[in-house]
């Protein structure tokens, strides 16, 4: 049966040009297996557009607030569209960074200490807070934003003011964690509506020399390597998948999501964020791990479909 799927795309994200990809992707992907799959840019005309379409499906191609925090996904609620991935609630938790934390460490799951600073925080008293509790070798994280945007890894240690000041600039506050060295590690978690929840092969994500996997290895295509599946025991592979589904689960996510974690070389694991809307663009982690359980990139784009409408009519 052919569907119309709305795919939204853009608006004012940090991340709207990687939306746009994803978005691109899963346009021609949905139209190859003969869906129409309009693309609707997330503006002030977004309500307008999408009762033009009247589309069964709505695909949030979306990452970063205000696509991935939940507020999309209430816009979507009130207007009565079926849409694919996690619910108001599971988006907004699992988008700031600290409170989702809290819910990981309820539920027993290996993540770092850390400190968080508001908005309005003072960068010099911060930096002598977080000197105090971890040194300088720490991670400096935007609260609320994803693709590692504002996101500076002070591996070696240095001057925190900077890195605090960047990461402001982006609101919501500051999450500082101890610099962890391993690893960059992801498994990817699909959960269609009435189907169990399964974890993805866990991947392995190579940079070049001393890089990391920061916005632009991330989506330029040649600068990042996935080793699928990582080169880990058989031990540690089912325990950052059984994680992954518990991370998932903690949440209360939908359809899919993506953990990502540090794993050191004697194999200790940190777990760091659960992302709701991965990415899916050529260079995207979620798709290499369907395809690595011969789910093709068409196939996944009908599976999470499926799932949106068969969560509507139940």
């Given at each position: 049966m052919s569907y119309s799927v709305a795919v939204l795309m853009g608006g004012p994200s940090a991340e709207a040009e990687v939306s746009r990809a994803s978005a691109a992707e899963v346009?021609?992907?949905?139209?190859?297996?003969?869906?129409?799959?309009?693309?609707v840019e997330l503006d002030n005309n977004t309500a307008n557009?999408?009762?033009?379409?009247?589309?069964?499906?709505?695909?949030?191609?979306?990452?970063?607030?205000?696509g991935e925090d939940g507020t999309v996904q209430g816009f979507l609620e009130i207007l009565g569209y079926p849409y694919i991935g996690s619910s108001v609630h599971g988006s907004a938790v699992a988008m700031d960074k600290s409170l989702?934390?809290?819910?990981?460490?309820?539920?027993?799951?290996?993540?770092?200490?850390h400190l968080v600073f508001d908005s309005h925080c003072d960068p010099d008293t911060a930096s002598a807070q977080v000197h105090a509790r971890f040194g300088d070798r720490v991670v400096v994280k935007p609260l609320g934003q994803g693709s590692a945007i504002g996101v500076t890894p002070l591996?070696?240690?240095?001057?925190?003011?900077?890195a605090l000041t960047n990461a402001l600039r982006?609101?919501?506050g500051v999450l500082v964690e101890p610099y962890v060295l391993g690893?960059?590690?992801?498994?990817?978690?699909?959960?269609?509506?009435?189907?169990s929840a399964r974890a993805l092969p866990v991947i392995e994500i190579r940079t070049a020399g001393d890089e990391w996997y920061d916005y632009e290895n991330r989506y330029t295509a040649g600068r990042s390597e996935h080793v699928i599946p990582a080169p880990l025991s058989a031990a540690t592979t089912a325990e950052l998948q059984q994680i992954a589904l518990t991370a998932h689960r903690s949440l209360r996510l939908r359809d899919l999501s993506r953990a990502d974690f540090i794993v050191t070389d004697s194999e200790e694991i940190f777990l760091l964020e659960v992302n709701t809307l991965p990415g899916m663009t050529p260079t995207s982690l979620f798709p290499d791990g369907a395809?690595?359980?011969?789910?093709?990139?068409?196939?996944?784009?009908?599976?999470?479909?499926?799932?949106?409408?068969?969560?509507?009519s139940g």
């Open positions: 346009a021609r992907a949905l139209e190859s297996l003969g869906h129409q799959a309009p693309l557009a999408l009762a033009e379409i009247s589309p069964d499906v709505v695909f949030p191609a979306l990452h970063g607030p205000p989702a934390k809290t819910i990981f460490r309820e539920f027993g799951l290996p993540v770092c200490e591996a070696n240690g240095g001057d925190l003011k900077p982006f609101g919501h690893a960059e590690i992801t498994v990817g978690v699909l959960d269609p509506a009435g189907e395809r690595a359980v011969d789910i093709s990139f068409p196939e996944l784009m009908q599976l999470l479909v499926e799932s949106a409408l068969r969560r509507a």
